[in-house]
């Protein structure tokens, strides 16, 4: 050890006992790492086949700290500044860092990882912290798209296009198509569609528009993590999709680079036809205030019967009564509200947890319900749009009235 020369130890080399361990060092704010940990966090399940999915990947290279997450179905990684001049990767146990990291005030946190054995330890103003990460050679690389399509919008219109469909979506296994968002682009739109069969939603967005006619559905999940993450995230979202795998990419910088992206597999299957089961002649149309229409079905339907959740609209005049009954209990509810309606009388049943759904994604003050017949689709559509370029539908399916 006589020949080592005094400055190698600056150079990432750490002396331990007789022999001398190549390491990886970086420095990092630990309130910026772990905002971003808690972002990718989303990710991670609780419970994974592969060990190396209870890690998050770090890669450094050039000053950048590369953080990936990834369940083999989405991946998602985001980048951020450090002061290092190493490169290399490690698999860092995602609990403990996070749970380690909540504890830290706003300070400088130096890493450093032996890459031969993945020992990687953390030095803060108040102590050193030892975790034993994984190769991170290991861990699986996000898939690339060839031949992808793109386009580009808004992240906090994305963000509303999920938020507004999303709760729609179906969770039957068996039908897994009709799990997830329908996201479809043309020449003049592009539309977002979710149903589970006894109701639907379809958000269309004419100030986006695709050079050609293009689909996918894409899941439950990565929907969730879009809707939560670019609630907060202003500028562009970079999408390009194939026929198996989409990538969702925001915090683009002006020379190019990408701040997160998150890549994930599509649910391979053929939409329904949604544009069939949606009524086109409905003479029936009945327009009331939201937030009335709302707490009423809310109070009213605490009397339904708890299998059917059954709540009886009967509409005359400028009268619509909401009732509910549980004969089990002998449990009855009836309200009486006015409202603006043209058509015939009509009596019609719902379940009311659908219709709870809906009036609670409905932003305009007023509420317009198009209804044909008591066994056929009703239609709720806002009585005013917050954004012209903004088409909101939805549908509800009627329940059969125990008369």
Request: charged share 15%.
């Given at each position: 050890m006589r020949g080592l020369a005094p400055h190698s130890v600056s150079k990432g080399l750490i002396l331990q006992g007789n022999y001398i361990k190549p390491a990886m060092k970086f420095i990092v704010s630990s309130s910026t790492l772990l905002r971003q940990l808690q972002m990718?966090?989303?990710?991670?399940?609780s419970?994974?086949?592969?060990?190396i999915l209870d890690n998050f990947l770090f890669e450094i290279d050039k000053g950048q700290l590369t953080v990936s997450a990834s369940d083999l179905e989405t991946t998602m990684t985001t980048q951020l500044n450090v002061e290092s001049k190493d490169s290399g990767n490690v698999a860092v146990p995602a609990k403990l860092l996070i749970d380690t990291l909540k504890t830290f005030p706003e300070q400088p946190l130096t890493f450093s990882v032996d890459k031969k054995r993945f020992a990687i330890e953390i030095a803060s103003d108040h102590g050193k912290y030892k975790i034993t990460g994984q190769n991170g050679d290991e861990f699986p690389k996000a898939p690339s798209l060839e031949n992808a399509n793109n386009i580009e919008m808004d992240a906090s219109v994305l963000s509303r296009a999920v938020a507004k469909t999303i709760f729609a979506a179906g969770n039957d296994e068996l039908r897994p198509v009709m799990s997830g968002v329908f996201i479809q682009f043309s020449e003049d739109s592009a539309t977002f569609v979710a149903t589970d069969a006894h109701k639907l939603v379809r958000y269309r967005r004419t100030d986006i528009k695709s050079s050609g006619a293009s689909s996918f559905i894409l899941p439950r999940k990565p929907l969730n993590l879009l809707k939560n993450i670019l609630n907060s995230v202003e500028g562009i979202v970079r999408i390009e999709y194939n026929?198996?795998?989409?990538?969702?990419s925001w915090g683009i910088a002006a020379d190019g680079t990408v701040g997160t992206t998150l890549v994930c597999r599509l649910i391979d299957g053929k939409y329904p036809n949604y544009e069939a089961v949606i009524p086109k002649n409905n003479p029936n149309k009945l327009s009331i205030d939201t937030g009335a229409l709302l707490g009423s079905i809310r109070r009213v339907s605490i009397f339904a019967n708890k299998t059917t959740h059954q709540v009886r609209l009967k509409i005359a005049g400028s009268e619509l009564n909401i009732s509910a009954e549980d004969l089990d209990f002998s449990n009855e509810a009836v309200e009486r509200l006015t409202c603006s309606y043209s058509g015939e009388d009509m009596e019609i049943g719902f379940n009311s947890k659908f219709l709870l759904d809906m009036l609670t994604n409905v932003d305009s003050d007023e509420v317009i319900i198009e209804l044909s017949a008591p066994n056929r689709a009703g239609i709720l559509l806002p009585g005013n749009?917050?954004?012209?370029?903004e088409d909101t539908l939805m549908l509800v399916m009627p329940v059969m009235l125990n008369n």
């Open positions: 990718l966090n989303g990710v991670l399940n419970s994974n086949t592969l060990p026929p198996t795998n989409a990538r969702f749009k917050a954004n012209e370029a």
